[in-house]
């Protein structure tokens, strides 16, 4: 999904968001049925619910789950941000600096866990609280530049399968410094086995990857094929290992959505 927002630019929700890809226009997670992502707004209701959102000097940024009164359920949109990895979906992030304002756009988000804390709900009353640590995309790359000139894992086909699907399930309750963690291991994890799949051959033209890399593995670089960038883990039926030239045909030849549409059916095939 190549998304049409800039990032830190301002968008007026009802007319930019809603109107194109709809979802609940109130609350602070929007989940729409036909979209592949989920719509995260932080700042909406922050002084009289109570919630907590806070970026962190790690890049990290700290999202109280939704529900106003009592103790938070791992229900309905939490559960859509817990789950979005192996939905398919991604976490895109707002934040709304004034009350009727209009919202910027903070990027693209993974769920790297979630903890419980206590914090005031609508009343003013002590609950438990479900708090998110969203991880930006941007700074985990596995594009080519950063990893592709690495050995892969030296484990059996087999076993790289397993802990790609394992790095696709949804995140359990840790601490954020794990949740950081957990994150860059598990996006490695989709990496190795995707490139191991491949078998050194791109997964779009067919051809044998163009050359070797200092470690003598075949070139290919990964691609997310329904995001805008090529960052943070992905259920393994979402990512393709392509050759430079159709990789960045992908992203911006004039058949890109031919392109990726053809490489959804045939990745799909590949995971049967």
Known sequence: MLWPFELHRSYHRRNDIHARFRGQQQGGISTPAEAPGIFIFTGHGAGHVGYQDAF?????????GQGQLGDMRMISGNRAIRDHVQNGKDLLLFQQTKKGGPVRFEGLYVCGGW???????????????????????NGL???????????PADLPFVELKRRALEAATSPGETSPRIAMVNVRVRSRAVRDYVLARAAGVCESCQNPAPFLTGTGQPYLEAHHIHKLSDGG????????????NCHRQAHFG?????????LIER???LEK
């Open 56 to 64: 962190e000097a790690d890049g990290s940024f700290r999202y109280t």
């Open 141 to 151: 790359s596995i594009e080519a530049e950063n990893l592709a000139t690495e050995a």
């Open 267 to 269: 990745v799909r095939q």
């Open 254 to 262: 004039a058949d890109q959505v031919i392109l990726n549409n053809e």
């Open 115 to 137: 903890e419980i804390e206590q914090q005031p709900d609508m009343d003013g009353q002590p609950r438990q609280a479900i708090v998110f640590t969203l991880v930006p995309q």
């Open 233 to 244: 883990p992905d259920h393994p039926a979402s990512v393709a290992a392509l050759c430079p």
